[in-house]
């Protein structure tokens, strides 16, 4: 392994599933705690979610530089380009590597995708799966390798349970017996609430509690 | 945090290390890592071994674990890893007798003409299996391992079986598909993703 290598995380989950904003989430905790992260995010035929990414977080809010976001047009199936053959990804992610070796961390998102949705491990060394309740509480024991197998199962947009008679004792139920004891968490990512438990998951799984670089190297 | 780097060696092919293993074994001081075959090919991972050592991985690109891989060993102790069975689909071709031959009266002419297509006919039916079950599998994006007559593959779920029994209906005369839960290891090549 190159010792330049740079953890990586992959973010997958369907459509609408809350992708985009669990990092817009993410960036400004782990911010917070020193960490420098590069973003990288696929979409099937536009840039949109990275266009957002680096407005939002980059060019008002300034936690990053705008080229540390970078937007990927797969022009197919999403799950082709962080599984199947994930080289354009690998070799942004190495570029960005090269560039940026101060990065603590690399962010992949999917672009949308079905329940089976994996990436590949020579692209991601974690792998965040999200769903969110709006597909009803069933949605867990449906399965699927996403909902099961991910390295944690995030389940977003918990204030609109109610709204739609989505159970979320029941998610929490069939969560637990799908995944066979890996971790699951609730969020609400559009006020942030439960982010918190997924950036300890990554700094606890991915980054092994090491100090930022910034950090250790002072 | 324990961090491993590099693999020590398997205990199923070195035999220095698998008597270091039966002596830890037998001294209680050997300590296992349970992975998935989805973490088999991770080069960065934290894990906890049964006896609660926290173990952080840093391999290099590629690098693919296996069960039986030897991650630590010292004095005090031996940590191996333990791949975790899996639900697995076992189909077994049947096997054809190549040398049946059938007699049918004293002109052994006739008998080897037909002995000769009886193979030509065996031959045939075992290549149309085989590519009919390889284009199947295939196109489920399973990966494999060939067992002598026996194809292994993942499945999610025992009713899968029904699934393949109904894509191979052609060949229900030639094939035996069931399930079972086993430790899984594709063959080298053969390691694709799954849907």
Not at chain 2, 11 to 33: G, V
């Amino acid at each position: 392994m190159s010792l330049s290598r740079i953890p990586r995380i992959g973010i997958g989950g369907p459509v609408g599933s809350g992708k985009t904003m669990l990092i817009e989430q993410l960036v400004p905790i782990l911010k917070k705690e020193g960490y420098n992260v590069g973003i990288i995010s696929n979409d099937v035929v536009s840039r949109e979610d990275a266009d957002r990414m680096r407005k939002n977080l980059a060019t008002e809010r300034g936690l990053m530089p705008e080229d540390l976001v970078i937007g990927i047009a797969t022009g197919g199936c999403p799950h082709t380009a962080v599984r199947e053959d994930p080289s354009i990804n690998i070799s942004v992610v190495e570029e960005m590597e090269t560039k940026h070796p101060h990065l603590d961390l690399i962010i992949i998102e999917s672009g949308g995708d079905n329940i089976t949705t994996t990436f590949s491990p020579a692209l991601a060394d974690y792998f965040i799966y999200i769903i969110d309740v709006s597909g009803g509480d069933k949605y867990p024991r449906k399965r699927g390798l996403g909902i099961e197998t991910s390295d944690l199962l995030v389940i977003n947009k918990i204030d609109i349970a109610s709204f739609i008679g989505a159970d979320l004792n029941i998610m929490e139920r069939d969560a637990k017996i799908v995944r066979n004891g890996r971790p699951y968490v609730f969020v609400n990512s559009k006020t942030g609430e439960g982010v918190k438990k997924v950036a300890e998951h990554i700094v606890k799984n991915v980054l092994f509690d090491a100090p930022p670089k910034s950090v250790a190297v002072n | 945090m324990l961090t491993v780097s590099t693999i020590l060696g398997n205990i199923k092919n070195n035999p220095d290390l698998y008597q270091k293993y039966e002596s830890f074994l037998k001294n209680n001081t050997l300590e296992t890592i349970t992975i998935q075959r989805s973490e088999a090919e991770k080069v960065r991972m934290r894990k906890a071994s049964d006896k609660k050592t926290d173990v952080g991985f840093i391999l290099p690109s590629r690098t693919h674990l296996r069960d039986g891989d030897v991650v630590f060993l010292d004095d005090s102790k031996m940590i191996i890893i333990k791949l975790s069975p899996e639900l697995v689909a076992i189909l077994n071709v049947k096997k054809y007798s190549h040398n049946h031959s059938h007699s049918h009266g004293n002109d052994s002419q006739d008998n080897n003409t037909e002995k000769v297509n009886h193979d030509h006919n065996s031959d045939d039916l075992l290549t149309n299996v085989a590519i009919k079950v390889g284009h199947t599998i295939g196109n489920l994006h399973r990966p494999l391992k060939i067992d002598k007559n026996n194809i292994i593959f993942p499945i999610q779920s025992p009713d899968e079986i029904n699934l393949f029994l109904r894509l191979l209906s052609d060949l229900k005369d030639h094939i035996e598909i069931r399930s079972d839960t086993l430790i899984f290891e594709p063959d080298q090549g053969f390691d694709v993703h799954a849907h």
